[in-house]
């Protein structure tokens, strides 16, 4: 056996394209990222000059093919994109991941040639996308959905509500989930691909938010917004296989969201306690400091680890759903332990806005709520185990 063959054996081992890859996005976030930080969580908004260089980096369209303007990786790709960025700016790491995990996985799967040819180029190149499943009524029971599609001469007439929709505000194309009968449960739920400026489409209210403040969500309203039938994606009545299947790898994005969060926290937080002295030491020198931050860092590695682990085994074509919700489940309470521990580390400079560790913790909360909360990920997993 090669050395590189054996060196492959590790779980966390990387080509030599995706080390590349990972480390001009962790050069990319520490660049131009981590100095916006602040003021984007503050202004909860996303500065758009910074939209424009992650389009311009290529980290908009990771598994487009080239030729549509993508950058024809993998989704691992993805994953490691979503890391890197959330381990300093969060929000610009699940910006980048439902542009990627969600909204070009889904047309990548789902869409017909006309359909990949029109959008992914757009999405490459400047245009955000969105995905609009839940609504007021229906959150984890998503196919409970009331957001009609009716047919009109060849058309669909599109009327609900919305809500809770990441990049809502910056968005140019939606993924909106529609049924075509209420009466049907999730054999009516429909996927229609539908442009910010379809008439009937607006962007409502902007949530005031926790953490993630940077990340626009909002309601998006139809009202009678018409679109043809070439803008389904997928089949008719089939959306509910376009949600379910993309939510199944978005949510391996969220993990790697979270791993990177607990990471980012983890590096501030060893770094203050090798600078901050009482009793005459730093903090790092005291013995039941070091023990925390090691734990943490066992418990990063193994959250790391189940994340790379889902993504591989989704590229490699092996089932990956119970490790999907496994590695998005673990992650997501590993970030929550991890910006807890770097606020305590920081002591009272941990508390304020000063300080970074304070936004990671309100940022970290999120993990367990979307893309299927933890409580929906332990009813995948003992699916699973109980059949
Ligand atoms: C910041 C943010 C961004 C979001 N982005 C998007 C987006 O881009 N697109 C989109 O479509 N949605 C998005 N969402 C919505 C998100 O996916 C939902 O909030 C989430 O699925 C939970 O739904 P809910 O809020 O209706 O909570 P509920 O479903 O009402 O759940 C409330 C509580 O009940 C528990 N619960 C519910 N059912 C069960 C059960 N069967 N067994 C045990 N416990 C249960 C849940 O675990 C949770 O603790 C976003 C939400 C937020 C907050």
């Given at each position: 056996?090669?050395?590189?063959a054996?060196?492959?054996?590790a779980l966390?081992?990387?080509a030599e394209?995706?080390?590349?890859?990972r480390?001009?996005?962790a050069e990319?976030?520490?660049?131009?990222?981590?100095?916006l930080?602040?003021?984007?969580?503050?202004?909860?908004?996303?500065?758009?000059?910074?939209?424009d260089r992650?389009f311009?980096?290529?980290?908009?369209?990771i598994?487009a093919?080239?030729?549509?303007?993508?950058?024809s990786g993998?989704?691992?790709h993805?994953?490691?994109?979503v890391?890197?960025?959330s381990?300093?700016?969060?929000?610009?790491?699940v910006l980048?991941d439902?542009?990627?995990?969600?909204?070009v996985?889904?047309?990548?799967?789902?869409?017909?040639?006309?359909?990949?040819?029109?959008?992914?180029p757009?999405?490459?190149?400047d245009t955000?996308?969105?995905?609009?499943?839940s609504e007021?009524?229906s959150?984890?029971d998503a196919?409970?959905?009331?957001t009609?599609?009716?047919e009109?001469?060849?058309?669909?007439?599109?009327t609900?509500?919305?809500?809770?929709?990441?990049?809502?505000?910056?968005a140019?194309?939606?993924?909106?989930?529609a049924?075509?009968?209420?009466a049907?449960g999730y054999?009516g739920?429909?996927a229609f691909?539908?442009?910010?400026?379809?008439?009937?489409?607006?962007?409502?209210?902007?949530e005031?938010?926790?953490?993630?403040?940077?990340s626009?969500?909002c309601?998006?309203?139809?009202?009678?917004?018409r679109?043809?039938r070439?803008?389904v994606?997928?089949?008719?009545?089939?959306g509910?296989?376009?949600a379910?299947?993309?939510?199944?790898?978005g949510?391996?994005?969220?993990g790697?969201?979270?791993?990177?969060?607990a990471q980012?926290?983890?590096d501030?937080?060893?770094?203050?306690?090798k600078?901050?002295r009482?009793?005459?030491?730093t903090?790092?020198?005291?013995?039941?400091?070091?023990?925390?931050?090691?734990r943490?860092?066992?418990?990063?590695h193994?959250?790391r680890?189940?994340?790379?682990?889902a993504?591989?085994?989704?590229?490699?074509?092996q089932p990956?759903v119970?490790e999907?919700?496994?590695?998005?489940l673990?992650?997501?309470?590993v970030a929550e332990?991890?910006?807890?521990?770097?606020?305590?580390?920081f002591?009272?400079?941990g508390?304020v806005?000063?300080?970074?560790v304070?936004?990671l913790y309100?940022?970290?909360?999120?993990g367990?709520?979307y893309e299927?909360t933890s409580?929906?990920?332990?009813?995948?997993?003992?699916?699973?185990l109980?059949?």
């Amino acid at each position: 056996m090669t050395v590189e063959a054996s060196s492959r054996q590790a779980l966390s081992a990387l080509a030599e394209d995706e080390r590349l890859f990972r480390d001009s996005l962790a050069e990319f976030a520490n660049r131009e990222v981590r100095p916006l930080v602040r003021r984007m969580d503050e202004q909860a908004q996303m500065d758009p000059a910074l939209v424009d260089r992650l389009f311009a980096l290529g980290a908009m369209a990771i598994e487009a093919p080239d030729a549509l303007g993508g950058g024809s990786g993998t989704f691992f790709h993805a994953v490691l994109a979503v890391e890197e960025l959330s381990r300093v700016g969060p929000s610009v790491g699940v910006l980048v991941d439902v542009q990627n995990t969600l909204v070009v996985n889904a047309l990548l799967r789902w869409g017909r040639a006309d359909q990949t040819a029109q959008h992914l180029p757009r999405l490459a190149r400047d245009t955000i996308g969105a995905y609009a499943l839940s609504e007021a009524g229906s959150g984890s029971d998503a196919f409970a959905l009331a957001t009609r599609a009716v047919e009109d001469g060849g058309d669909f007439v599109v009327t609900g509500r919305k809500l809770w929709i990441t990049n809502a505000r910056e968005a140019g194309l939606f993924i909106v989930f529609a049924t075509i009968d209420p009466a049907a449960g999730y054999r009516g739920v429909t996927a229609f691909l539908i442009g910010r400026d379809t008439p009937g489409l607006t962007v409502g209210k902007k949530e005031d938010k926790l953490g993630i403040r940077a990340s626009s969500t909002c309601e998006v309203v139809l009202d009678g917004c018409r679109v043809t039938r070439a803008s389904v994606l997928g089949e008719v009545g089939k959306g509910y296989k376009v949600a379910i299947e993309t939510l199944n790898e978005g949510r391996i994005g969220i993990g790697a969201q979270m791993v990177g969060l607990a990471q980012g926290a983890l590096d501030h937080a060893v770094a203050h306690i090798k600078e901050r002295r009482q009793f005459g030491k730093t903090i790092a020198e005291f013995q039941g400091v070091q023990f925390q931050v090691a734990r943490i860092a066992a418990e990063i590695h193994g959250a790391r680890l189940m994340v790379y682990e889902a993504a591989r085994l989704r590229d490699s074509g092996q089932p990956f759903v119970t490790e999907a919700a496994m590695c998005k489940l673990v992650a997501s309470e590993v970030a929550e332990r991890a910006a807890s521990l770097a606020v305590n580390l920081f002591g009272g400079y941990g508390f304020v806005r000063d300080y970074p560790v304070e936004k990671l913790y309100r940022d970290a909360k999120i993990g367990q709520i979307y893309e299927g909360t933890s409580n929906l990920q332990l009813q995948t997993i003992a699916k699973q185990l109980l059949g």
